[in-house]
């Protein structure tokens, strides 16, 4: 299989602080990827710097074999890199099927310049119609979006990045946010409308449980670097995994 | 009946009516009207570009380069007929945006107002040096006729006010339908969430540009009209005043409705009118209050007292 996404010694400071330490990742096509790591390990910064959002300070990023390094967040999206938000960025004055009318429209105004048939030949107000249904969302179309639970907007925000039908999909911690018994049903939603359309996933998460029930890879980052790579069941029983990101180690110390 | 169909036909209906009562009217009246027509022009520009989350405090540059193109286009290109001269009064503002627009397009809050303000304060220093178009004074402008009937016929004396309206129809029926593209409906999206916009595929940026040169197009026409019925243009038409009553009237109205602007720019005139004759040292007492008013008790403008019955324009 080859890799949809690459990233070769792609590095990012900021200031003293380095944020991405020449990351080496390859994405399969077809694969979904868990991304771990505690706070200010370099996750959303990683997606920043994939997604064009930040300028890597040296490295190359590698979108199916093509550099797509430096091209802006617009340009990306338009390739097929799409990705969701740890905070909801959705239309706070629109309602929820506006929201998804926003993204379609792009599309449908600009077939060419996207890559693959996002919409074939349906309309857009379809499309938002059958990403309402899919994601349950339907009793929230003609709420202003304002107003609704974090987990819907959360929810909306990912059906949004999906609805353009992206090749690679990279998802900022879908479940923060969203209360522990919601959780595995809204990743349930979320997997199946992503299987539906056969998109490559990253997901950055927090929560263990939740990654080994979704994941067949976990990549495990810490201070900018990768710590582990692998199968859930070796990654999540690495040394360094257990003492700096799931906490264990730490524990049986009595550290905490 | 779909929203747009309603607009469309509620404007219509609208155009029918003032263009039926025109000829009836006396001529105070008519003129009050065709300057507030022009005025709620540029007002409707200044909605679009709320609407995309901007406030422009410069509209007067594109209202007095649309009256100053107006009236030097009907001197050096021999334009006698109204029409063309707001035509052209309408393409000089828009090419000034587009290319204003490559700087403006950058800023956003307090310092695209600034800036935007800046620009028609520059304007307004170099008309007043610019003895060839008559400095502090201007000069008059007039058209020979209207749609091809002389401005001397019983017809033609209401040629800038029909001219007006169909204008103002055009104009509020093209962004009403134009607010319901996929392009238009990027507008509010740009307001709320820029970041989301881009990491849809799409460009502020050029969204922006547009707005501004749309925006200034509807300005341009609007300065036309004006000089039209006035028959004169000066520099006062780019002051900062005159734009501030631009954003006036663009709050006074609120920003629900394509008509909304109209309804406010009618309203101010004849509050001013009345307020002018009745009370000529307080006048601007009367219209501050009137302000006041509108914004404590409705915050969302004029046009919303129809929503409030329920009524969706």
Known sequence: MSAILETRGLTKTFGAVTAANALDVAVETGSIVGLIGGNGAGKTTFINLVT?????????VLFDGKDITGLSPRRVT???????FQIPQVFDSLTAYENLLVGLGVVAMGRKAFVGSALGNRSPDDVAEEMLLRFRLGPYRNEKVATLPEGVRKLLDVAMALAVKPRILLLDEPTSGVSADEKFALMDLVLAAIRADGVTVLFVEHDMDVVKRYVGRILAFYEGRIIADGAPGAVLAHADVRRYVVGEAAVEEGAC | MSPSRRTALGLGAALVAVALVGPLLPKWAAYLFTIAIAKALVALGL???????????GQGLYFGIGAYAAGVGADALKLGDAVPMVLLGAAAAGLVAAVLGLLLARYRTIFFAMLSLAFSMILYGLLVKTSALGSTDGFNVSARSTFGLAASGSLGRFGTYGLAALTAFAAATGLDRYLRTHLGRLAPAVRDNELRVEYMGASVRNVIHLHLVLAAVLAGAGGALTALAVGHVDPEMAYWTTSGEFVFVAILSGTASVAAPFLGALVLELLRSFAYEHAPNTWQLVV???MLAVILFLPDGLWSVFRRKGVVA
């Open chain 2, 47 to 57: 909605l679009l570009l709320m609407r995309t989350g901007l406030v422009s405090f």
């Open chain 2, 288 to 290: 501050g209050g009137a």
């Open chain 1, 52 to 60: 064009g959002y930040l300028k890597p300070t040296s490295g190359t």
């Open chain 1, 78 to 84: 338009r390739l097929g890199l799409c990705r969701s």
